[in-house]
């Protein structure tokens, strides 16, 4: 998937990727009609999910309403309660963003329907690091870890963190040299991107992170 995004392009191979995620497609679908983008699978559109970026700023609240409600059926999912909850965060600025459903979805809406912990929102997020050694397929990166704090979860100092190339990955990082960033998920390094990018991930996900502590 992060080849494709890496490449900018979409074909029927990403599309079929992206389709097996049932969580995803949705939010894809959504962002890109509020864009006028007729392919869901418009590079701009997995990097505003993904990552973040301007077209996020226009998905409506109304629009993330109905997608909750009738695209997810999160109300159905996990009760009227947590969805009230989830939907009061809508006027508070919540976007379309993964890391707000990792933070404030608290259950796992894919296959997998499991309460979210710490360490797996923290492995489920898109998180991001700047490589300071790179030795065959090992990575070592400073990045910043999710912590709890009192009843409140909060972005940490950066600390080193090794993880793994896959043997099938694609080349990405065959040119990586300290001091470029990187995103991760799953404890799997996904692409090189740029401080700009770091900077919406950043921000998109430190907003996801307070609307949580709100009803955490």
């Known amino acids: 998937m992060f080849a494709y995004l890496k490449e900018g392009v979409s074909d029927p191979g990403l599309q079929n990727i992206m389709k097996g995620f049932n969580t995803m497609y949705p939010y894809l679908k959504q962002i890109a009609d509020a864009n006028n ?12 999910y993904w990552i973040g970026n301007e077209l996020l700023e226009h998905v409506t609240s109304q ?12 109300r159905d999912r996990q009760g009227a309660k947590p969805f009230d ?6 006027r ?12 404030n979805a608290y259950k796992r809406t894919g296959h997998d329907a499991q309460f979210h912990d710490l360490d797996s929102m923290d492995a489920c997020r898109v998180s991001w690091g ?4 790179i030795e065959g ?3 070592t990166v400073m990045a910043k870890p999710l912590l709890l704090d009192g009843h409140h979860v909060k972005l940490g100092e950066a600390i080193e963190r090794t993880i793994t ?3 099938e990955d694609d080349g990405t990082f065959d040119e990586l040299t300290s001091g470029d960033w990187i995103t991760m998920h799953w404890h799997v390094p996904c692409e090189v991107v740029t401080e700009r990018e770091v900077g919406f991930l950043e921000r998109y996900t430190q907003q996801s992170i307070s609307l949580a502590n709100t009803t955490l």
């Open 37 to 48: 983008i007729a392919d869901p699978f418009d590079v701009r559109v997995v990097e505003a």
């Open 63 to 74: 629009q993330f309403y109905r997608h909750l409600r009738e695209g997810l059926r999160m």
């Open 85 to 90: 909850q989830l939907v009061d965060k809508l």
């Open 92 to 103: 508070h600025g919540a976007r379309m963003h993964h890391s707000f459903h990792v933070f």
């Open 130 to 133: 700047k490589a300071i050694h």
């Open 137 to 139: 397929p090992k990575i």
């Open 165 to 167: 190339r896959r043997l």
